[in-house]
C-alpha cells in the first residue's frame, strides 16, 4: 500500500490525491501537520522522510519520491496501464506534457505562493508573485483557447488529459485565494470545469465540484 | 478598500481585545509586524520569553505606543484602546481531560462580522460541508431559539440540531448533533456541540482578528473532548472546515457585513443572522460592517 | 424586487454608458450547462444559456447573503447558488426552492436583478438601461467570424485610441513562411472609430479584409477587446492566429502607454460600494390579471385539451414552483384553476391540461369550444397551496385521471434534481393519459394503471405504498373517493399523516391555525375580515391595500406595520423580545391577532 505524506490543504499533496484517485490506486495519508505545526521542517521529518523538508512524499512499499511533478510521473508510468496520463507512446505529446509540467512549476512560484503568502502569511514579494501568475494565465488561456477551435480540451494535444492538466489544475483552481483575479480568462475557466468532470475527479478545501455539490 | 481612521471606530470595537498571534508562534527572541483595525503593531518576544507589543509609528500617529496586551486560549490578545470589557470566559477550558488547542490561523478576503456570520449558520452544511457536517436529503433547518443573555449581553442559539454524517474526527457514524452558538464578542463566536463520545460539549470557537474592514486572519480554537486522534488529523478536520468555507466567504460581496435588514433577503432559518446584525447595531459597532440606512 | 446600483460619484459619461447596449461575451463562453462571469461598467454579472436556449444575463450576486452567482451550477433549468443550494429560474431569475425550507413557496419577491440580452454577430450584448438599439454594422451583414477576445488594461478611450493605428493583414495574404513584419509595414489600413469600437480596413496586393473591434468597458481601468471579423475565410485557424498574434502586440503597447499616464483611480465595483437599498415593488392589492395569449391548442389525450400560453408583455411570465396553479378568467366571468405541467427551466409559456366535463359547471366546455389558438385570456400569477418538498430520497406521486396535471410538474422536477420517484397515473381508458410523448421520458418510473375497478384500485394502492420510510414521502391528486382511498390505505400502511400530502381538484386549501379576527385600519378607514388560515397580508392585499414585502416567512422585516389596538401573536424571528412586549408592530405576513379586532395604522 502506497503511503502519501499529505496535508489538506497543499496543492502539491492535491495532485498526487488526484492522480490516485483518476487512476483508482490505493494508499494510506499520513497526516503531516505542515502548518501551523510546521511538521515538515523538524529535524525528524527531515531524517525519516525527506531530507529537503517538504511534501508530498510518497513510500511505495519501500521506494520513496519526493516531488509533486516527478512522483506524478512514476505513478503515472507505474499504475496508469493505458498510458494517457503520462504518453511516453508519443514523444510530441510527451514533450507537449513536460513542457506543461515545468509551466506548473511556474504557477507554483507564483499563484501558489501568492495563495500561501494571503492563506499562511509566507514571506513572499506578493505583488511580484500575482503579477507573474497574471503572465502565466494569460499564456495558458490563449493556448487552450486555441484547443478548443480546434475540438480539444487539454493541455497536450490528444483526447485526454495527461499529469500536465493534473499539475497546472490546482494552482488555478485556488488563484483567487491568493488574490488573483480570474475575471480574465475564460478559456481557463471552461478548462476547469471539463477536468472536474474527468472520472476519478475529487475536490479538495478551496475547490468546488462540478455541479452541485 | 479605505479603512476608518482609530480615531472613527467605535468603542464598541476599539476597546475590545483581539487575538493577534497564536502564542506558539512567539517564540524568544522573535519580532513580527502584523495589522489590527488597520493599524500596524509590532510584537516582539525578548530571550526570556516577555512579549511587548507597540503600535508602529506613521505620519498620522507619530509617536510609537506600547499596548495592552492577555494571553489566553492559545493567542496573544491587544487593544488599541482602553480595555473596559474584560475578555470572555470559557470554563470549560479548565476542565480536566479536555484538549485545548489552536487549530489554524487563516487570512481571508473578508470582514469578520461574515465570517461570524457564516459560522453560525447551519442551512449551508450540506452543500458546502457535503459528507462531514451536513448531507442531501437533510437539508431543512429546524426551528431554533435565539436570545440574549441580560448579565453578559452574549448573544445565544439554542437547540439547534442538524442531521450530520460525520460530526467530528471522532465520530464513526452520522448522528442527529445539538448546537449552541453563543456571541460574546463582535468578532468571535463559540460553537458548543454533542460530542460523539461523551455527554459533556466540544467546544471550538472561531476569533477574528480585524486586520482591516475587509480582511481578517481567522483564529481557530479548539476545547475538545478527544485523546484519541493525532494533532495532524485534529487539525486536518478543522481545516478541511475552514478551507471549504474560505472560498464561499471571499465570494460574498460587499465584504462588509449590511446592518440594514433591508439590505439582503433573511429566511427563517437565518434567525441568529438577523439577530447578530440587530445585535452588532445595537452595540454600535461602525467597523467592518455597512452600518443601517 | 428590481435594485438600481449606482456609482455615488458617476458622471455624464458612466450614465450615458449605461444606456447602451455593451457586448460581454462571446457564443463560446455559452457552453451548455456553464456560468459564464463578467464585469461590465464595475458591475458584475453572470450570464447563462439554458437548455432551451434562452440566454439569461444577471447580477452576479446572490440576493440571500450576496454570494456569486457565478460560481455555483447551471443545470439547464435553473442557477442553483454554491451557499445554499437556492434554485432560481431560466429567465424570471426567480427563486424556486430554499432546502432549508423544503415545504416552503419561495416568496415572488425572491429574484435576483435580470438585465435585457440580445445577440448579434456572434456576440452577447446588455445593458443596465438600453436607449436605442445594438449597433449595426453593414461590413458584419455577411458571414462573420469571431475574433480571439483579449482583455486589457486600460480604460476604453486609451484602447480605442490605438485601434485606430492598428494593423493586420487579409486573411488572403496569410500563407504559411510569409514575412508577417514586412508584409504588415506595406498593408494599408483604414479606421473608423466611435465611442466602443473600431471599424478597420486592411488591403493588400488587391486583398481586403474587414473587421470590428467592439471594445466592452469593464470598468474606468479595463476593458476587453472583442474583434469580429467580416468574412468566413477558409483558412480560420491561420486568420484566428495571424489576429491574436498582432492584437497581442497591441495591448502590450496600450498597456505600456497606461502604465505611463497617470491612472484614473478604479471605478468601485459596485459590489464594494455600500448598497442602495433595493426598491421593493410596492404590490398594490392582488396582482392584476396577466394577459396571455394561446399559442397552442392541442388534444393531449381523449377529452382532453392542452393549451400553452404565452406573455403579451416583453416580460417573462412570473416564477412557478411545481404543484402551482393559475386562475384563467375564461368567457362568460368565469374563473377556474389548472396546474402548470412545466418542469423547471421551462420558463417561455404556461402549460395546462383542461378535462372536457359536460357536467361541470361549464368551465371546462368553454375552454374546449370558446377559446382558440390565437386568442386572448386574462391569467392569474402562480400560486402554490402544494408545494413539492425535496428532503427526501423517494417520492411516490399517484395520480387519478386529470389529476396527473400538478404531479407532472413534480415528477419532472424530481427528474431534472436527480431525485427518487415514481409517477403512477390512474386512468379509466388508455387513451386518456395526458402528455404521453413528454412523460416518456420518465421511463420505468412512469406507471399507468388503466381501467381498475375501485377495488381493484385500493388493491394496487395497497401496493405502491407498501413500505413507509422516514425518506419517503407522497404526493396524491384527484378526484374526492380515489384521494380518500389514498388517505385510507396510507394510515394503514404507517405513513406518517406528514409524510402524505393531497390536492384537491375541487381547491380546498388546507386550513392553518388561528382564528378569524376583525382588521380595521385606522387611516383608509376599511374594515376587513381575517378568517382563520389567511395572513393579515393576504387579506391587505386582496382589498387594494398597499404594503410591502420580501420574505414573507417573518424574517426580514419588511412587511412590518404599526399596530394602534389589538392583541398580537407573534410569529415571527424579526422583532426583539422589546418590542413584542411592546405590542406596537407587526409582521403581517406571519402574525396575527388573538383578540376579536386588530386596528393598524393603514
Given amino acids: 500500500m502506497i503511503k502519501l505524506y499529505d496535508y489538506v490543504l497543499s496543492a502539491n499533496c492535491y495532485k498526487i490525491r488526484l492522480l490516485l484517485s483518476m487512476l483508482d490506486v490505493d494508499y494510506d495519508s499520513v497526516l503531516v501537520d505542515f502548518y501551523p505545526g510546521r511538521e515538515h521542517q523538524t529535524e525528524q521529518f527531515r531524517r525519516d522522510v525527506n531530507p529537503?523538508?517538504?511534501?508530498?512524499?510518497?513510500?511505495?512499499?519501500?521506494?520513496?519520491?519526493?516531488?509533486?511533478?516527478?512522483?506524478?510521473?512514476?505513478?503515472?508510468?507505474r499504475y496508469d496501464s493505458t498510458g494517457q496520463w503520462y504518453?511516453?507512446?508519443?514523444?510530441?505529446?510527451?514533450?507537449?506534457?513536460?513542457?506543461?509540467?515545468?509551466?506548473?512549476?511556474?504557477?507554483?512560484?507564483?499563484?501558489?505562493?501568492?495563495?500561501?503568502?494571503?492563506?499562511?502569511?509566507?514571506?513572499?514579494?506578493?505583488?511580484?508573485?500575482?503579477?507573474?501568475?497574471?503572465?502565466?494565465?494569460?499564456?495558458?488561456?490563449?493556448?487552450?483557447?486555441?484547443?478548443?477551435?480546434?475540438?480539444?480540451?487539454?493541455?497536450?494535444?490528444?483526447?485526454?488529459?495527461?499529469?500536465?492538466?493534473?499539475?497546472?489544475?490546482p494552482d488555478v483552481a485556488m488563484a483567487e485565494e491568493g488574490g488573483v483575479e480570474m475575471l480574465d480568462y475564460p478559456a481557463l475557466a471552461r478548462w476547469i470545469e471539463r477536468f472536474k468532470q474527468v472520472p476519478g475527479f475529487i475536490v479538495m478545501p478551496g475547490v468546488f465540484p462540478y455541479g452541485v455539490s | 478598500?479605505?479603512?476608518?481612521?482609530?480615531?472613527?471606530?467605535?468603542?464598541?470595537?476599539?476597546?475590545?481585545?483581539?487575538?493577534?498571534?497564536?502564542?506558539?508562534?512567539?517564540?524568544?527572541?522573535?519580532?513580527?509586524?502584523?495589522?489590527?483595525?488597520?493599524?500596524?503593531?509590532?510584537?516582539?518576544?525578548?530571550?526570556?520569553?516577555?512579549?511587548?507589543?507597540?503600535?508602529?509609528?506613521?505620519?498620522?500617529?507619530?509617536?510609537?505606543?506600547?499596548?495592552?496586551?492577555?494571553?489566553?486560549?492559545?493567542?496573544?490578545?491587544?487593544?488599541?484602546?482602553?480595555?473596559?470589557?474584560?475578555?470572555?470566559?470559557?470554563?470549560?477550558?479548565?476542565?480536566?481531560?479536555?484538549?485545548?488547542?489552536?487549530?489554524?490561523?487563516?487570512?481571508?478576503?473578508?470582514?469578520?462580522?461574515?465570517?461570524v456570520e457564516n459560522f453560525l449558520d447551519m442551512a449551508h452544511f450540506p452543500y458546502v460541508h457535503t459528507a462531514i457536517l451536513g448531507e442531501e436529503p437533510h437539508s431543512e433547518v429546524a426551528e431554533y431559539q435565539v436570545h440574549v443573555?441580560?448579565?453578559?449581553?452574549?448573544?445565544?442559539?439554542?437547540?439547534?440540531?442538524?442531521?450530520?454524517?460525520?460530526?467530528?474526527?471522532?465520530?464513526?457514524?452520522?448522528?442527529?448533533?445539538?448546537?449552541?452558538?453563543?456571541?460574546?464578542?463582535?468578532?468571535?463566536?463559540?460553537?458548543?456541540?454533542?460530542?460523539?463520545?461523551d455527554q459533556r460539549n466540544d467546544v471550538i470557537a472561531l476569533f477574528c482578528q480585524p486586520v482591516a474592514e475587509d480582511r481578517i486572519q481567522a483564529n481557530m480554537f479548539l476545547c475538545l473532548l478527544d485523546d484519541e486522534n493525532t494533532i495532524g488529523m485534529i487539525r486536518d478536520f478543522q481545516l478541511t472546515i475552514f478551507g471549504q468555507d474560505k472560498p464561499i466567504l471571499e465570494n460574498q460581496h460587499p465584504k462588509r457585513l449590511p446592518l440594514d435588514p433591508r439590505a439582503e433577503t433573511p429566511i427563517r432559518a437565518d434567525k441568529i443572522a438577523v439577530s447578530y446584525r440587530r445585535w452588532l447595531r445595537d452595540l454600535g459597532v461602525n467597523y467592518a460592517v455597512i452600518p443601517a440606512a | 424586487m428590481s435594485a438600481t446600483r449606482t456609482n455615488p460619484s458617476a458622471n455624464v459619461d458612466v450614465a450615458h454608458a449605461l444606456q447602451r447596449w455593451h457586448p460581454i461575451a462571446t457564443q463560446y463562453d455559452l457552453e451548455p450547462r456553464s456560468l459564464f462571469r463578467t464585469k461590465l461598467l464595475g458591475h458584475e454579472l453572470v450570464v447563462w444559456r439554458a437548455d432551451d436556449g434562452f440566454v439569461n444575463v444577471w447580477e452576479n450576486r446572490c440576493l440571500h447573503r450576496g454570494v456569486r452567482l457565478s460560481i455555483g451550477t447551471n443545470d439547464g433549468a435553473e442557477l442553483i447558488c454554491r451557499y445554499h443550494a437556492w434554485r432560481y429560474s431560466n429567465r424570471t431569475a426567480g427563486c424556486t426552492?430554499?432546502?432549508?425550507?423544503?415545504?416552503?413557496?419561495?416568496?415572488?419577491?425572491?429574484?435576483?436583478?435580470?438585465?435585457?440580452?440580445?445577440?448579434?454577430?456572434?456576440?452577447?450584448?446588455?445593458?443596465?438601461?438600453?436607449?436605442?438599439?445594438?449597433?449595426?454594422?453593414?461590413?458584419?451583414?455577411?458571414?462573420?467570424?469571431?475574433?480571439?477576445?483579449?482583455?486589457?488594461?486600460?480604460?476604453?478611450?486609451?484602447?480605442?485610441?490605438?485601434?485606430?493605428?492598428?494593423?493586420?493583414?487579409?486573411?488572403?495574404?496569410?500563407?504559411?513562411?510569409?514575412?508577417?513584419?514586412?508584409?504588415?509595414?506595406?498593408?494599408?489600413?483604414?479606421?473608423?472609430?466611435?465611442?466602443?469600437?473600431a471599424t478597420l480596413?486592411?488591403?493588400?496586393?488587391?486583398?481586403?479584409?474587414?473587421?470590428?473591434?467592439?471594445?466592452?468597458?469593464?470598468?474606468?481601468?479595463?476593458?476587453?477587446?472583442?474583434?469580429?471579423?467580416?468574412?468566413?475565410?477558409?483558412?480560420?485557424?491561420?486568420?484566428?492566429?495571424?489576429?491574436?498574434?498582432?492584437?497581442?502586440?497591441?495591448?502590450?503597447?496600450?498597456?505600456?502607454?497606461?502604465?505611463?499616464?497617470?491612472?484614473?483611480?478604479?471605478?468601485?465595483?459596485?459590489?464594494?460600494?455600500?448598497?442602495?437599498?433595493?426598491?421593493?415593488?410596492?404590490?398594490?392589492?392582488?396582482?392584476?390579471?396577466?394577459?396571455?395569449?394561446?399559442?397552442?391548442?392541442?388534444?393531449?389525450?381523449?377529452?382532453?385539451?392542452?393549451?400553452?400560453?404565452?406573455?403579451?408583455?416583453?416580460?417573462?411570465?412570473?416564477?412557478?414552483?411545481?404543484?402551482?396553479?393559475?386562475?384563467?378568467?375564461?368567457?362568460?366571468?368565469?374563473?377556474?384553476?389548472y396546474s402548470i405541467t412545466n418542469g423547471p427551466g421551462e420558463t417561455d409559456c404556461y402549460r395546462i391540461a383542461v378535462k372536457r366535463d359536460p357536467a361541470s359547471r361549464g368551465g371546462s366546455v368553454a375552454l374546449h369550444?370558446?377559446?382558440?389558438?390565437?386568442?386572448?385570456?386574462?391569467?392569474?400569477?402562480?400560486?402554490?397551496?402544494?408545494?413539492?418538498?425535496?428532503?427526501?430520497?423517494?417520492?411516490?406521486?399517484?395520480?387519478?385521471?386529470?389529476?396527473?396535471?400538478?404531479?407532472?410538474?413534480?415528477?419532472?422536477?424530481?427528474?431534472?434534481?436527480?431525485?427518487?420517484?415514481?409517477?403512477?397515473?390512474?386512468?379509466?381508458?388508455?387513451?386518456?393519459?395526458?402528455?404521453?410523448?413528454?412523460?416518456?421520458?420518465?421511463?420505468?418510473?412512469?406507471?399507468?394503471?388503466?381501467?381498475?375497478?375501485?377495488?381493484?384500485?385500493?388493491?394496487?394502492?395497497?401496493?405502491?405504498?407498501?413500505?413507509?420510510?422516514?425518506?419517503?414521502?407522497?404526493?396524491?391528486?384527484?378526484?374526492?373517493?380515489?384521494?380518500?382511498?389514498?388517505?385510507?390505505?396510507?394510515?394503514d400502511q404507517g405513513w406518517p399523516a406528514d409524510a402524505v400530502h393531497f390536492e384537491y381538484f375541487k381547491n380546498t386549501t388546507e386550513l392553518e391555525q388561528g382564528s378569524s379576527f376583525v382588521l380595521e385600519l385606522a387611516r383608509s378607514g376599511l374594515t376587513l375580515d381575517v378568517p382563520s388560515g389567511a395572513t393579515v397580508l393576504e387579506v391587505l392585499r386582496e382589498n387594494d391595500v398597499p404594503i410591502v414585502s420580501s420574505c414573507e416567512q417573518g424574517a426580514c422585516g419588511t412587511c412590518a406595520a404599526t399596530v394602534l389596538e389589538g392583541d398580537l401573536l407573534h410569529q415571527d424571528v424579526y422583532l426583539n423580545p422589546t418590542e413584542r412586549a411592546a405590542g406596537h408592530t407587526i409582521l403581517t405576513c406571519v402574525s396575527r391577532a388573538t383578540s376579536n379586532r386588530l386596528v393598524l395604522d393603514l
Fill in chain 2, 149 to 197: 443573555d441580560p448579565d453578559t449581553n452574549d448573544l445565544w442559539a439554542t437547540d439547534c440540531v442538524f442531521w450530520q454524517p460525520m460530526a467530528a474526527t471522532t465520530s464513526t457514524t452520522g448522528q442527529l448533533t445539538d448546537y449552541l452558538y453563543r456571541v460574546p464578542h463582535p468578532y468571535c463566536v463559540i460553537l458548543y456541540k454533542t460530542s460523539p463520545i
Fill in chain 3, 369 to 491: 369550444d370558446s377559446v382558440h389558438q390565437g386568442d386572448e385570456l386574462q391569467i392569474s400569477e402562480p400560486r402554490n397551496s402544494f408545494p413539492l418538498r425535496r428532503n427526501v430520497s423517494h417520492t411516490v406521486l399517484i395520480a387519478g385521471g386529470i389529476g396527473a396535471t400538478p404531479l407532472i410538474a413534480m415528477a419532472k422536477a424530481l427528474h431534472t434534481n436527480g431525485l427518487g420517484f415514481d409517477l403512477h397515473c390512474f386512468v379509466s381508458q388508455a387513451d386518456q393519459l395526458a402528455f404521453r410523448d413528454q412523460l416518456a421520458e420518465f421511463g420505468d418510473q412512469l406507471h399507468e394503471h388503466v381501467g381498475l375497478s375501485p377495488q381493484e384500485t385500493g388493491e394496487q394502492l395497497s401496493v405502491l405504498l407498501a413500505e413507509p420510510s422516514a425518506n419517503k414521502q407522497v404526493y396524491a391528486c384527484g378526484p374526492p373517493p380515489m384521494l380518500d382511498a389514498v388517505r385510507a390505505v396510507s394510515s
Fill in chain 3, 97 to 197: 426552492y430554499i432546502p432549508a425550507h423544503p415545504a416552503d413557496s419561495p416568496a415572488r419577491t425572491i429574484t435576483n436583478k435580470t438585465f435585457p440580452v440580445t445577440n448579434r454577430y456572434g456576440l452577447v450584448w446588455s445593458s443596465q438601461d438600453p436607449q436605442g438599439q445594438v449597433p449595426e454594422l453593414s461590413v458584419l451583414d455577411g458571414d462573420t467570424l469571431g475574433l480571439r477576445n483579449l482583455p486589457v488594461n486600460a480604460p476604453v478611450g486609451l484602447v480605442l485610441k490605438h485601434l485606430a493605428t492598428h494593423t493586420f493583414l487579409p486573411s488572403d495574404v496569410l500563407a504559411p513562411g510569409l514575412d508577417v513584419v514586412a508584409e504588415l509595414a506595406a498593408v494599408e489600413m483604414s479606421a473608423e472609430v466611435s465611442t466602443y469600437s
Fill in chain 3, 201 to 337: 480596413r486592411a488591403r493588400l496586393a488587391g486583398n481586403e479584409s474587414s473587421a470590428v473591434f467592439f471594445v466592452q468597458p469593464v470598468d474606468a481601468n479595463r476593458a476587453v477587446i472583442r474583434p469580429v471579423l467580416g468574412e468566413a475565410p477558409f483558412n480560420t485557424v491561420a486568420v484566428l492566429r495571424h489576429h491574436a498574434a498582432v492584437l497581442a502586440d497591441l495591448v502590450r503597447d496600450i498597456e505600456r502607454a497606461a502604465a505611463d499616464i497617470e491612472s484614473r483611480p478604479a471605478l468601485p465595483s459596485a459590489l464594494e460600494v455600500p448598497l442602495e437599498l433595493p426598491t421593493v415593488a410596492v404590490a398594490v392589492g392582488r396582482s392584476a390579471p396577466l394577459r396571455v395569449s394561446v399559442r397552442r391548442k392541442w388534444a393531449a389525450a381523449a377529452g382532453i385539451t392542452a393549451f400553452e400560453l404565452v406573455s403579451h408583455a416583453p416580460d417573462p411570465l412570473p416564477t412557478f414552483q411545481p404543484g402551482a396553479h393559475i386562475d384563467v378568467h375564461l368567457p362568460g366571468g368565469m374563473v377556474r384553476q
Fill in chain 1, 87 to 169: 504518453p511516453v507512446s508519443d514523444p510530441r505529446q510527451l514533450g507537449e506534457t513536460a513542457q506543461w509540467l515545468t509551466f506548473a512549476d511556474g504557477t507554483t512560484n507564483t499563484a501558489s505562493a501568492a495563495r500561501l503568502h494571503v492563506n499562511m502569511g509566507y514571506d513572499f514579494d506578493i505583488d511580484a508573485a500575482r503579477a507573474g501568475a497574471h503572465e502565466l494565465f494569460r499564456v495558458a488561456d490563449e493556448h487552450l483557447w486555441f484547443r478548443e477551435r480546434q475540438g480539444e480540451s487539454w493541455l497536450a494535444p490528444g483526447d485526454h488529459p495527461t499529469i500536465a492538466d493534473l499539475a497546472v489544475f
Fill in chain 1, 52 to 77: 529537503l523538508g517538504h511534501i508530498p512524499v510518497i513510500d511505495d512499499d519501500g521506494f520513496v519520491m519526493r516531488d509533486a511533478h516527478a512522483i506524478l510521473i512514476y505513478l503515472a508510468a
Fill in chain 2, 1 to 115: 478598500m479605505p479603512t476608518a481612521r482609530i480615531d472613527q471606530i467605535a468603542p464598541a470595537v476599539l476597546n475590545r481585545w483581539h487575538p493577534v498571534a497564536p502564542l506558539e508562534e512567539l517564540t524568544p527572541g522573535s519580532d513580527r509586524l502584523t495589522t489590527l483595525l488597520g493599524q500596524h503593531i509590532t510584537i516582539q518576544v525578548d530571550d526570556a520569553g516577555a512579549v511587548a507589543v507597540s503600535t508602529v509609528s506613521s505620519p498620522a500617529d507619530a509617536a510609537a505606543r506600547q499596548l495592552p496586551t492577555i494571553s489566553r486560549y492559545c493567542y496573544l490578545w491587544v487593544c488599541l484602546g482602553v480595555p473596559d470589557v474584560p475578555l470572555f470566559e470559557i470554563p470549560e477550558v479548565a476542565e480536566p481531560g479536555r484538549r485545548v488547542l489552536h487549530a489554524g490561523t487563516i487570512g481571508v478576503h473578508v470582514s469578520a462580522p461574515r465570517a
